[in-house]
């Protein structure tokens, strides 16, 4: 029997979100995500999505740690006859957020590759301990498995030194690993390439502009299907507003928070990355509570939303002007594939740049891939919904089937 399974796993300090795959026609078989793990109220949500029910299972039991949570998971599939177990598993496909510069493709892991991800704590202190955690347990549970590491920020590294690097001293930059890395690779990567294939064309033959506005959003510059440039930095804090995180801003901010408002580094990170953006400016960063404040006259929900646009209008403009030539401007993640009034605003007046949006077809709300730009216009504006989990499961499996 050829083995044709993909898990895949994206470990969070507390969470897990997992997904199994069969890859002959990459149709999902289970998925589920876990909470609180280590937490007081650990719960397990688990659908099934193949033969007899299709219905949620839930169980609220302690899990200490993630070995206890990916264990429950392994129970809940072995119920429906998908055991982790199976010869049919070809591999277990992590998301891993920080590769640094190294990583550039997705990757088997080793114990070198482990220490490597290890070594890039420092840069991502929330993440990559999370993952790395995942990973070892994942080894525990099945030790005889590839294990593929799949980095958010690998399709990035193709970003030239101009856009990647921040303009201050090159030796302090170097030494603490400074420079512009970029995250939602694996979203950017996979709508890109959706993207071109929505226009019929090969992705080396097109210029996309991806707008990826979940609760983290960032945009990039895509020529050609190489990354050159991206809204998000060191961290996820640069760039776009967010629903909870500022994006850019002067860096002085800090160095006057601390001096005159004598906050805290933790505080100021914490209010920069948790209180700010959408839910700082507002109070609330679903885009849908905003929309709904604003029809009912909101002022405070009017100026977050019009703050949100400007930005994301301003990188529409600067990466126009990085790509030169740009063939689509493409919504994705939540915001992105639901809200049709961001879509409208954010592209509103760009007319002499070629977009512009068909009122009518904005507002048909769809799962698919679809175009939304009147048919003259020179450049097309489309929504394609992601799927970060079938990226890391197709780029696991490509690896684990042909380790060329
Ligand atoms: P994450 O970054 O957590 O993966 P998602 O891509 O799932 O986020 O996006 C979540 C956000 O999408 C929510 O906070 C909300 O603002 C927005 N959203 C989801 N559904 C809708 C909708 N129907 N209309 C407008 N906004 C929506």
Do not use: W
């Amino acid at each position: 029997m050829t083995a044709t399974r993909v898990l895949v796993l994206n470990s969070g300090s507390s969470s897990v979100k997992y997904q199994l795959l069969d890859m002959r026609d990459r149709s999902r078989l289970a998925v589920g995500l876990v909470e609180r793990i280590g937490e007081a109220g650990s719960r397990l949500k688990h659908t099934p999505l193949t033969g007899g029910g299709t219905e949620a299972r839930e169980r609220e039991e302690p899990m200490a740690d993630h070995d206890a949570a990916l264990r429950a998971v392994a129970e809940e599939l072995s119920a429906d006859g998908l055991g982790l177990d199976s010869p049919e598993l070809a591999a277990i496909g992590h998301r891993v957020v920080h590769g640094g510069l190294k990583f550039t493709e997705p990757t088997v892991v080793t114990d070198e590759v482990l220490k490597e991800i290890q070594r890039l704590v420092p840069v991502a202190p929330l993440h990559n301990p999370a993952n790395i955690t995942g990973i070892r347990t994942a080894q525990a549970l099945r030790p005889d498995l590839p294990q593929v590491a799949v980095f958010d920020t690998a399709f990035h590294t193709t970003m030239p030194e101009s856009a990647a690097r921040y303009a201050m001293d090159v030796a302090t930059a170097d030494q603490h690993r400074v420079r512009r890395y970029g995250f939602h690779g694996t979203s950017h990567a996979y709508v890109s390439r959706a993207t071109a294939e929505l226009l019929g064309k090969a992705p080396e033959d097109v210029n996309v502009i991806v707008l990826h506005l979940g609760n983290g959003a960032s945009a990039s510059a895509v020529r050609g299907g190489r990354c050159v440039d991206t809204s998000m930095g060191l961290t996820p804090l640069e760039g776009l507003v967010m629903g909870t995180r500022s994006g850019d801003m002067d860096p002085a901010v800090i160095f006057h928070l601390v001096r005159v408002g004598e906050m805290g580094i933790d505080e100021i990170d914490d209010l920069l990355n948790k209180k700010s953006g959408l839910v700082g400016l507002c109070g609330d960063n679903d885009m849908r509570e905003i929309r709904r404040r604003i029809d009912e006259g909101d002022e405070r929900a009017a100026l977050a939303f019009d703050i949100y646009i400007h930005r994301l209008k301003k990188y529409i403009g600067a990466y126009y002007a990085v790509l030169g030539r740009v063939d689509a401007v493409v919504f994705t993640a939540g915001v992105g594939e639901n809200a049709a009034p961001v879509r409208e605003a954010a592209v509103a007046g760009l007319e002499e740049l070629g977009l512009a949006v068909d009122g009518e077809l904005n507002s048909v709300r769809s799962d698919e891939a679809r175009l939304i730009s009147p048919e003259y216009a020179r450049v097309a504006v489309a929504v394609v919904p992601t799927d970060e989990e079938l990226e890391i499961a197709n780029q696991t499996y490509a690896l684990v089937s042909d380790p060329a």
